[in-house]
């Protein structure tokens, strides 16, 4: 019981483990974002739940990211370390992307992009640093709501991520070379097409944000789930009442030229919820689908607000799962 909320869910799965990240504040009725994970195991007929704990909590007093951590992202690879304590370094399996926040009254709440690293996904998660961000901005909205996929299963990461400043709110791409955490090196960043992409009424969606991703090597496909434009005008107004699943060419992501086909959109009525939003995927450690002809998109879920109280629609943030087939 008591006021929680949960949403932006990402999981992995292997050899029947499902391990489970979202965002959720972890002391009833305080809106601080945590990231939280929970390990779920297959019993033959169904998953049986773990217990849920928390994975990342906000950063120390005066860092980049002391107000809010979430919007999880894990990818498998191989990430050279040396923590604080440490007298040499260690080559970690998993890395964390999340979105941090720093203090809101204090600060301004400019949302960046940072990364941990541990040896196993039950943790513990050690920040890279807890002085700067992976991905900086500096004023608007900012950047984050990463997803990232392995280009190699060792240190080269496909990173995705939301950007939002004084020249619109998008979707942006860079290759980040990050075996070495202590000297990561990013490629200048560009804007994912958008080409393809559809409103509810099915005219072109021009704006592309807050999606997640999955590479399909069968098809060589990225699959996306994002929030479908418009968000509705109703008490919660910044959040999507569907999402869209659409795929390109993995090819066209380093163009820039290339064009989505819209599969489908998971709709408020399919899920018997007044919203639908911040998606992702369950998927390989390196960030692959898991079978062929088949996505794994997980969802987060709401309700409206009571009268105009945003909190009343806030405890009603939960997360489910879902699968599409392909032909």
Same mark, same amino acid.
């Given at each position: 019981?008591?006021?929680?909320?949960?949403?932006?869910?990402?999981?992995?799965?292997?050899?029947?483990v499902r $391990?489970?990240?979202?965002?959720?504040?972890?002391?009833?009725?305080?809106?601080?974002?945590h990231?939280?994970?929970?390990?779920? $195991?297959?019993?033959?007929?169904?998953?049986?739940?773990?217990?849920e704990?928390?994975?990342l909590?906000?950063?120390?007093?005066? &860092?980049?990211?002391? +107000?809010?951590?979430?919007?999880?992202?894990?990818?498998?690879?191989?990430?050279?370390?040396?923590?604080?304590?440490?007298?040499?370094?260690?080559?970690?399996?998993?890395?964390?992307?999340?979105?941090?926040?720093?203090?809101?009254?204090?600060?301004?709440?400019?949302?960046?992009?940072?990364?941990?690293?541990?040896?196993s996904l039950?943790?513990?998660?050690?920040?890279?640093? $807890?002085d700067?961000?992976?991905?900086?901005?500096?004023?608007?909205?900012?950047?984050?709501?990463?997803?990232?996929?392995?280009?190699?299963?060792?240190?080269?990461?496909?990173?995705?991520?939301?950007?939002?400043?004084?020249?619109?709110?998008?979707?942006?791409?860079? +290759?980040?070379s990050?075996?070495?955490?202590?000297?990561?090196?990013?490629?200048?960043?560009?804007?994912?097409?958008?080409?393809?992409?559809?409103?509810?009424?099915?005219?072109?969606?021009?704006?592309?944000?807050?999606?997640?991703?999955?590479?399909d090597?069968?098809?060589?496909l990225?699959?996306?789930?994002?929030?479908?434009?418009?968000?509705? &005008?109703?008490?919660?107004?910044?959040?999507?009442?569907?999402?869209?699943?659409?795929?390109?060419? &993995?090819?066209?992501?380093?163009?820039?030229?290339?064009?989505? $086909?819209?599969?489908?959109?998971?709709?408020?009525?399919?899920?018997?919820?007044d919203?639908?939003?911040?998606?992702?995927f369950v +998927?390989?450690?390196?960030?692959?689908?898991?079978?062929?002809?088949?996505?794994?998109?997980?969802?987060?879920?709401a309700?409206?607000?009571?009268?105009?109280?945003?909190?009343?629609?806030?405890?009603?943030?939960?997360?489910?799962?879902?699968?599409?087939?392909?032909?």
């Open positions: 019981m008591g006021d929680y909320y949960r949403y932006a869910p990402t999981a992995i799965e292997e050899n029947g $391990t489970w990240f979202w965002c959720a504040n972890w002391a009833s009725g305080v809106v601080t974002d990231i939280v994970m929970r390990v779920d $195991t297959w019993n033959g007929s169904g998953w049986t739940a773990g217990a704990k928390v994975a909590a906000p950063g120390p007093p005066g &860092a980049w990211d002391d +107000r809010h951590v979430c919007d999880p992202e894990v990818v498998a690879g191989e990430f050279r370390y040396t923590a604080p304590g440490q007298s040499a370094p260690t080559i970690y399996r998993y890395a964390l992307f999340y979105l941090g926040a720093n203090d809101e009254a204090g600060s301004g709440g400019v949302n960046q992009v940072g990364w941990a690293l541990a040896e039950d943790g513990p998660w050690i920040r890279v640093s $807890t700067a961000p992976l991905v900086a901005a500096t004023a608007w909205w900012g950047a984050g709501q990463p997803s990232a996929v392995s280009l190699d299963g060792k240190g080269d990461v496909l990173l995705f991520y939301t950007r939002g400043d004084a020249q619109g709110t998008r979707t942006m791409r860079r +290759r980040a990050l075996g070495d955490a202590h000297a990561p090196v990013l490629e200048a960043e560009s804007e994912v097409p958008v080409a393809g992409l559809e409103r509810l009424d099915g005219s072109p969606d021009p704006d592309n944000h807050g999606g997640a991703v999955v590479y090597p069968a098809r060589d990225l699959w996306l789930v994002r929030g479908v434009h418009p968000f509705p &005008a109703s008490c919660p107004d910044f959040i999507s009442e569907a999402l869209q699943v659409a795929s390109i060419p &993995a090819p066209a992501i380093w163009t820039g030229s290339g064009r989505w $086909t819209v599969h489908a959109n998971i709709t408020r009525s399919m899920a018997g919820t919203r639908v939003f911040d998606g992702g +998927r390989t450690p390196t960030g692959q689908t898991l079978v062929a002809n088949t996505i794994a998109p997980v969802l987060s879920v309700q409206e607000c009571a009268g105009n109280d945003f909190a009343s629609s806030l405890w009603t943030y939960r997360t489910h799962d879902a699968s599409v087939y392909l032909h």
